[in-house]
């Protein structure tokens, strides 16, 4: 299983959940993988360990995707330690159950800049040097409440939306480039120990 040999990532919120799951999957597959997050560093250098146990290298790297200089410096980081990046995967996200007649407009404005600003800024400082190769492959994790909504979880259900969009409009923008962008849409995941040997 070599399908992604000789290839890079980039995984936001990588250190816990989908993203952790995804780390494993592509080191599996063959990757070199960045693993970016911005609390839990004990996990985070957990995985990056059963990263390279598997033969490839790997990096953690404690990124706020809402800040710019941040998202910059992840990416500055991974080019020099690993050489190039093949793969962004947009993961990092909060969730929060709120009432409307409660929710603050901090916390709103919280939700839609974690999902839709950290996804923009990292698309926007590493597609050009996907522009650059001349290929590839931003995956935006989004929501199935992007579509269906749930009481308590508009903020979140609004700004998973707002990935789908950004996605479906990024991908008809880089497709001549090489550049393929797509989003995944999760139900409802249940974590569940996995083995890191």
């Not at 923009?120 to 409440?145: D, K, T, Y």
């Amino acid at each position: 299983m070599n399908r992604l040999a000789g290839k890079t990532a980039i995984i936001t919120g990588g250190n816990t959940g989908i993203g952790r799951a995804v780390a494993l999957g592509f080191a599996e597959e063959g990757a070199d993988v960045a693993v970016a997050y911005i609390a839990r560093e004990p996990e985070a250098e957990t995985l990056v360990q059963a990263i390279q146990k598997k033969g490839r290298r790997a990096l953690a790297v404690r990124t706020d995707v809402t800040v710019e200089a941040d998202v910059r410096a992840m990416v500055a980081l991974v080019r020099e330690r690993l050489g190039r990046i093949d793969i962004l995967v947009n993961n990092a996200g909060i969730q929060k159950a709120q009432p409307i007649t409660e929710m603050l407009a901090e916390d709103f404005d919280r939700m839609i800049a974690v999902h839709m600003r950290g996804t923009f800024l990292c698309c926007r400082h590493v597609v050009p040097h996907m522009i650059e190769r001349g290929a590839g492959r931003i995956i935006n994790v989004a929501s199935q409440l992007a579509y269906i909504g749930r009481p308590r979880y508009t903020a979140y259900s609004a700004a998973k939306g707002g990935v789908l969009a950004f996605t479906r409009a990024l991908a008809q923008e880089l497709a001549p480039s090489g550049i393929l962008v797509n989003a995944v849409a999760p139900d409802s995941i249940v974590a569940v120990a996995v083995g890191t040997a």
